[in-house]
Nanobody, 115 residues
């Protein structure tokens, strides 16, 4: 069974930075792609960033230039480095892994941007 465990969320002031981590229970090479989604209150879950097995990345327009997704294959971990955070980034952030037709999700980690 695939387990994805997120960490690194918290409260940060506008303009601040956070790094989220997603640790997988097995090799992340098993997944076609991994990514981060977020869901703010009253809104649908949206893709923030994704990275494929070969390192190809994709970002939502709203985070381009501020967020960076990366992976450490040796640690079976995917990261989301977030900079220049603003109130619009406040949400629960979920790690996602895709393998074939299957999607796997972590439990989510709260990110709150507030002064």
């Amino acid at each position: 069974q695939v387990q994805l465990v997120e960490s690194g969320g918290g409260l940060v002031q506008p303009g601040g930075s956070l790094r989220l981590s997603c640790a997988a229970s097995g090799s992340i090479f098993d997944f076609n792609a991994m990514g981060w989604y977020r869901q703010a209150p009253g809104k649908e879950r949206e893709l923030v960033a994704a990275i494929t097995t070969v390192g190809r990345t994709n970002y939502a327009d709203s985070v381009k230039g501020r967020f960076t997704i990366s992976r450490d294959n040796a640690k079976n971990t995917v990261y989301l480095q977030m900079k220049s955070l603003n109130a619009g980034d406040t949400a629960v952030y979920y790690c996602n892994a895709q393998r074939g037709i299957h999607d796997y999700w972590g439990q989510g980690t709260q990110v709150t941007v507030s002064s």
